[in-house]
């Protein structure tokens, strides 16, 4: 069974950094590419990231580009996103997704506030 | 970057009934990168259709996509009381992804 399991949330200040986690089991992680998504409250779906299945390409939202770095670590299974700079528009629910064209699967999410 | 207008913004329906879902792009989509989402309420959302015609794992028959170039539509054959919920539709194009607004489908 396909299960990912983000972490790594929480209240952070402006201006300050955060890394998300995501765990991922039940499929050969190191086979897919994966993705950050992220929903701010009451609002709609928002692609933030997604890494390539090897770790060597990555691709970026504007909104984000320049201040987030998404890597991942294929020997533990595991996604990451480093968040810096942030501000009170990154505020979300932040999702990691499998596959690369597509969301195929998704995790439970993560919030992230960013309020002083 | 393809921007994707849904539409309506909600559609309020009763059990049983035929739900259409419209999702229109700024430009040519190709449709192997058209897909959609259901998100419950609390839940996280989970791919229904890609590539505009195809079913997810698991997913019943009564959900089906079509469309093709900039005109795509969900449609939900017989509401369940289940299928009461927001949907997206996404699409890849040019190294982005972006999604539609979302449509509220609810009880009417």
């Given at each position: 069974e396909v299960q990912l399991l983000e972490s790594g949330g929480g209240l952070i200040q402006p201006g300050g950094s955060l890394r998300l986690s995501c765990a991922a089991s039940g499929f050969t992680f190191s086979n897919y590419a994966m993705k950050w998504v992220r929903q701010a409250p009451g609002k709609g779906l928002e692609w933030v990231s997604t890494l390539s299945a090897s770790g060597g390409t990555t691709y970026y939202a504007g909104s984000v580009k320049g201040r987030f770095t998404i890597f991942r670590d294929n020997s533990k299974n595991t996604l990451y996103l480093q968040m810096n700079s942030l501000r009170a528009e990154d505020t979300a629910v932040y999702y990691c997704a499998k596959d690369f064209y597509f969301f195929d699967f998704w995790g439970l999410g993560t919030l992230v506030t960013v309020s002083s | 970057e393809i921007v994707l207008t849904q539409s309506p913004g909600t559609l309020s329906l009763s059990p049983g009934e035929r739900a259409t879902l419209s999702c229109r792009a700024s430009q040519s989509v190709d449709s192997?990168?058209?897909s959609w989402y259901q998100q419950r309420p609390g839940?996280?959302?989970r791919l229904l259709i890609y590539g505009t015609s195809n079913r997810a794992t698991g997913i019943p028959d009564r959900f089906s996509g079509s469309g093709s170039g900039t005109?795509?539509?969900l449609t939900i054959s017989r509401l369940e009381p289940e299928d009461f919920a927001v949907y997206?539709?996404?699409q890849y194009g040019s190294s982005l992804w972006t999604f539609g607004q979302g449509t509220k489908v609810e009880i009417k």
């Open positions: - | 192997d990168y058209l839940q996280a959302p005109d795509f539509t997206y539709c996404q």
